[in-house]
């Protein structure tokens, strides 16, 4: 036990340092949790139901595809491969070390087409014109929303609250009064066009800090109350996640923000709000525009760089500052939700939020069935909700967003209407980890929509572009272009192959059975 005076103190000055260590997590854990705590309208915890945990089925479903995946990926065609795409506590590979990447183009050439589910599509969507009413019995796996979305009136806020809107209406107003039941705004939107444009070129008059936040974003006016949400760029393109980052503690990332509005769109959801990038001049559009306590945060660095930190309560000091290069800074500049007065939104806890705490596990990281009881509760037992939920899964896996812990809905649309999307600044972080994890709603419900899973299958397999391509072109048109380095890129692509074998998986454990499933509706 004893190896001399020396040794011992050294461990005590470790255990200490251990000790420190340790409380600093705590406290910054605890903060967390306040803040999740005293957000708005919160709704009760429907976490709290207890269920009785099977002995047998502990390993929950989307630990056994994450074992799956691992066996097939060790066997399979390149091990490097493998270590990209899955989930490993190990460091990231080496950022510059573009034959890794190369490698994974060259194996997902050798292609699966996923011919078994494209024929489950085809051979549902026959047995759906036979059975149409026990669709969910037979195939419990695919929903078809597409036919019923059409039937299903869709009505504007302009519509629900008979404003007549005038000609002479500014363009962020147009917006926010054709926002409907069931999407943001309708496919090929003239509106988004123009709102994106007039973000990137309009004069801006005014900037203030948003309060309340615990990252440093500005509140940008613009002539005709155009009002945007602007993050700076703290980051290049290919920083990625610091390993030591908590993914609640991790630095927002502004571009990240602006493919999340792509990649949306691009999927058909339209749940996202428009978001665009523009270089500003620091000293004619911020430093100039800013007053009281933002002004009071600018100053001019060492090397004769305007910077400001602004207030809030992480990363807003002198040492994590925002400094133009010289005076030039980049940043993303997210449109504006309809106020709270006209249409307010509902905030909803997400029933697969992470525990935000070290060492307490959240319901569904252990119990099997857990899916199961979310689908006895209102809202996810009727309507759209809980296929909503199994979308923003595969958005949020696609992106690699683990920070979901509430959404929001609009509450003049009821229940049956679309979750909106919003904050993905700590997506797009870790381009060559794919955190199985967040797919755990898709995984242990075994649910999709059949136009999610036809638009995935669709990028992957053709015929069109892959989604890293169409994201490619769209995220082009941006004035911060390229948007998003090469590799999240490639992320993109590998993380469908991955979503589609998780149905795959799905579909071979689903066996028709009579109770399986209680939802008769989108
Ligand atoms: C995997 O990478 C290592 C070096 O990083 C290389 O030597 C090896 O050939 C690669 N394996 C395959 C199958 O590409
Ligand atoms: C639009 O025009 C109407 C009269 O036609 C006027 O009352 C209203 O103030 C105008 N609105 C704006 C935003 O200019
Ligand atoms: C920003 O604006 C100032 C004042 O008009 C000008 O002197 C400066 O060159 C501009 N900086 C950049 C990077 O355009
Ligand atoms: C929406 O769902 C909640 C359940 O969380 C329920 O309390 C509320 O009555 C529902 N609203 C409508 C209009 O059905």
Same mark, same amino acid.
């Given at each position: 036990?004893?190896?001399?005076?020396?040794?011992?103190?050294?461990?005590?000055?470790?255990?200490?340092?251990?000790?420190?260590?340790?409380?600093?997590?705590?406290?910054?854990?605890?903060?967390?949790?306040?803040?999740?705590?005293?957000?708005?309208?919160?709704?009760?915890?429907?976490?709290?139901?207890?269920?009785?945990?099977?002995?047998?089925?502990?390993?929950?479903?989307?630990?056994?595809?994450?074992?799956?995946?691992?066996?097939?990926?060790?066997?399979?065609?390149?091990?490097?491969?493998?270590?990209?795409?899955?989930?490993?506590?190990?460091?990231?590979?080496?950022?510059?070390?573009?034959?890794?990447?190369?490698?994974?183009?060259?194996?997902?050439?050798?292609?699966?087409?996923?011919?078994?589910?494209?024929?489950?599509?085809?051979?549902?969507?026959?047995?759906?014109?036979?059975?149409?009413?026990?669709?969910?019995?037979?195939?419990?796996?695919?929903?078809?929303?597409?036919?019923?979305?059409?039937?299903?009136?869709?009505?504007?806020?302009?519509?629900?609250?008979?404003?007549?809107?005038?000609?002479?209406?500014?363009?962020?107003?147009?917006?926010?009064?054709?926002?409907?039941?069931?999407?943001?705004?309708?496919?090929?939107?003239?509106?988004?066009?123009?709102?994106?444009?007039?973000?990137?070129?309009?004069?801006?008059?005014?900037?203030?800090?948003?309060?309340?936040?615990?990252?440093?974003?500005?509140?940008?006016?613009?002539?005709?109350?155009?009002?945007?949400?602007?993050?700076?760029?703290?980051?290049?393109?290919?920083?990625?996640?610091?390993?030591?980052?908590?993914?609640?503690?991790?630095?927002?990332?502004?571009?990240?923000?602006?493919?999340?509005?792509?990649?949306?769109?691009?999927?058909?959801?339209?749940?996202?709000?428009?978001?665009?990038?523009?270089?500003?001049?620091?000293?004619?559009?911020?430093?100039?525009?800013?007053?009281?306590?933002?002004?009071?945060?600018?100053?001019?660095?060492?090397?004769?760089?305007?910077?400001?930190?602004?207030?809030?309560?992480?990363?807003?000091?002198?040492?994590?500052?925002?400094?133009?290069?010289?005076?030039?800074?980049?940043?993303?500049?997210?449109?504006?939700?309809?106020?709270?007065?006209?249409?307010?939104?509902? %905030?909803?806890?997400?029933?697969?939020?992470?525990?935000?705490?070290?060492?307490?596990?959240?319901?569904?990281?252990?119990?099997?069935?857990?899916?199961?009881?979310?689908?006895?509760?209102?809202?996810?037992?009727?309507?759209?909700?809980?296929?909503?939920?199994?979308?923003?899964? %595969?958005?949020?896996?696609?992106?690699?967003?683990?920070?979901?812990?509430?959404?929001?809905?609009?509450?003049?649309?009821?229940?049956?209407?679309?979750?909106?999307?919003?904050?993905?600044?700590?997506?797009?972080?870790?381009?060559?980890?794919?955190?199985?994890?967040?797919?755990?709603?898709?995984?242990?419900?075994?649910?999709?929509?059949?136009?999610?899973?036809?638009?995935?299958?669709?990028?992957?397999?053709?015929?069109?572009?892959?989604?890293?391509?169409?994201?490619?072109?769209?995220?082009?048109?941006?004035?911060?272009?390229?948007?998003?380095?090469?590799?999240?890129?490639?992320?993109?692509?590998?993380?469908?192959?991955?979503?589609?074998?998780?149905?795959?998986?799905?579909?071979?454990?689903?066996?028709?059975?009579?109770?399986?499933?209680?939802?008769?509706?989108?």
């Amino acid at each position: 036990m004893f190896r001399g005076g020396l040794k011992l103190r050294e461990r005590l000055v470790l255990c200490v340092s251990v000790i420190t260590v340790l409380f600093t997590l705590l406290l910054v854990m605890d903060i967390q949790m306040d803040l999740g705590m005293t957000k708005k309208h919160l709704v009760p915890s429907h976490g709290r139901v207890i269920a009785p945990v099977q002995k047998e089925g502990l390993e929950s479903a989307y630990n056994s595809f994450r074992n799956r995946l691992l066996q097939k990926t060790h066997s399979g065609l390149s091990t490097n491969v493998s270590k990209e795409s899955l989930p490993s506590e190990t460091a990231p590979l080496d950022p510059k070390n573009t034959n890794q990447i190369n490698v994974v183009h060259e194996a997902t050439k050798e292609m699966d087409n996923f011919e078994d589910l494209v024929d489950y599509l085809d051979l549902e969507s026959h047995e759906r014109k036979k059975f149409r009413v026990d669709l969910f019995r037979v195939h419990p796996v695919v929903v078809d929303d597409a036919n019923e979305k059409k039937r299903r009136p869709n009505p504007s806020i302009s519509e629900i609250k008979k404003i007549n809107v005038e000609s002479n209406a500014t363009t962020l107003e147009k917006f926010h009064m054709q926002i409907s039941k069931h999407e943001l705004y309708p496919e090929g939107s003239a509106l988004v066009d123009e709102l994106l444009r007039l973000m990137q070129t309009e004069p801006i008059l005014h900037v203030a800090q948003k309060t309340g936040g615990t990252q440093l974003k500005l509140i940008i006016d613009y002539p005709n109350e155009l009002q945007a949400l602007f993050k700076p760029m703290r980051f290049p393109r290919e920083q990625q996640t610091l390993p030591n980052h908590f993914y609640f503690t991790d630095y927002e990332r502004h571009n990240a923000e602006i493919a999340a509005f792509h990649l949306d769109r691009l999927l058909g959801f339209r749940r996202a709000m428009p978001v665009t990038g523009r270089l500003l001049n620091m000293t004619t559009e911020l430093y100039q525009r800013a007053e009281g306590d933002l002004l009071s945060t600018f100053f001019v660095s060492p090397s004769d760089n305007l910077c400001f930190h602004g207030k809030c309560s992480y990363y807003c000091d002198t040492s994590h500052a925002i400094c133009g290069n010289p005076d030039k800074l980049e940043g993303s500049f997210a449109a504006f939700l309809p106020s709270g007065k006209l249409a307010p939104t509902k %905030v909803w806890r997400h029933p697969w939020r992470r525990s935000y705490h070290k060492r307490r596990k959240a319901q569904w990281e252990t119990d099997p069935n857990y899916c199961q009881l979310v689908r006895d509760i209102p809202p996810y037992d009727e309507h759209r909700r809980l296929y909503d939920l199994m979308d923003m899964s %595969v958005f949020d896996f696609l992106i690699g967003n683990m920070d979901r812990h509430h959404y929001e809905t609009f509450k003049l649309f009821g229940n049956d209407t679309f979750t909106l999307h919003l904050d993905h600044g700590r997506g797009f972080g870790k381009p060559f980890h794919d955190e199985i994890s967040i797919l755990a709603p898709l995984l242990q419900c075994c649910l999709i929509r059949r136009s999610t899973l036809e638009t995935l299958i669709r990028f992957h397999n053709g015929p069109g572009l892959k989604l890293s391509e169409a994201m490619r072109e769209s995220m082009s048109r941006d004035p911060v272009a390229p948007i998003l380095w090469e590799p999240h890129l490639v992320a993109l692509d590998r993380r469908v192959e991955i979503v589609l074998k998780g149905i795959r998986d799905c579909l071979q454990k689903s066996e028709p059975s009579e109770d399986s499933n209680k939802i008769e509706d989108v």
